[in-house]
């Protein structure tokens, strides 16, 4: 009877131990799973943001294209129902080769419809702006080319004046003329003494303040002398 009850117990011990063990087993295998879930749902957040991100770039460049349906959610999945036990009536075999044949078209028809997705329209839009670039950046040159430069603005507003004007006077009046030009005194004063090197300007001093007039014929007349003297040499 002592024999059967320390039997008994010490397979009541193994048993418990088995037990115990198999239950931190457990635990630990649902904690490394239920991490692994978190790190799936959080790839999975990441890779949804990116393809809205992606959609809306799709739809600001005008790409038309098949429709792509993103991922299910994992509150969306659902777990594949149970098969069915196969009929032993006879004739169930026919009517599954039947079903199978019926639906074979409908699978059929799917490459058909992906492959018919419209493609030329994702090639339009790069080839519409590079066409358009060159045009716009051709406009562009032709409008700068259009403006006339600061010695020009500068010489016809001295030959428009009746009086000596100082380089910051040339200054306010080309500034508010021109605004979108940002025309600086530092700039119009140093062109103003190319101008008066070239004798394409006349400076005159009243104190100590320097004023400019438009050349005159008197001004220009020696160097064109001396232009022609050197030329019959």
Known sequence: MSQSTTAATGLSSQYAAQVTSDLERNVKEQERISTDIAALQQELASLQSDHSVLVNVQQALGI??????GAAT???TTVPAPREKTSTEPGAGKRARAKKTTDAP????????AKSAPKP???SAPKTAAKSAPKTAGKAETAKAALPTLVEL?????????EPRSAAEVTTALDQAHPERGIKTTVVRTTLENLV?????HRTKQGSSVYYTAPTEQDTAPKTEAA???ESK
């Open 106 to 113: 409908a699978t059929d028809n799917k490459p058909a419809a």
């Open 197 to 201: 090197a070239r004798t394409q300007a």
């Open 228 to 230: 022609q003297t050197e």
């Open 74 to 76: 994992p509150e969306a």
């Open 121 to 123: 329209a994702a090639k």
């Open 64 to 69: 038309t294209s098949a429709p792509v349906q």
């Open 154 to 162: 500068i010489r016809r507003h001295l030959s428009e004046q009746s």
